[in-house]
């Protein structure tokens, strides 16, 4: 199955990964690839938990919404 992830940058220089398919799914790293496996071992593990619990309904995980387009915009102060 493909999640779609987020990657951000907090003001700390931290790499913040998210997946907004699965409700408090976060992790992050000091860089982009340790945030990117962190995410990874985040979704399994939740995953393993939300199968245990009957939680799991992956019909609904397939669907959720993808982030279409990221832009940035310059705004006047």
Known sequence: MKLQII???DEDGLYVASC???KGCHSQGDTY???LKNIQEAIELNLEH???TNKLELESLKSYPRVIATEDLTVTL
């Open 33 to 35: 690839e340790e945030a």
């Open 50 to 52: 939300l199968a245990e």
């Open 20 to 22: 907004p398919a699965i």
């Open 7 to 9: 990657i951000t940058r």
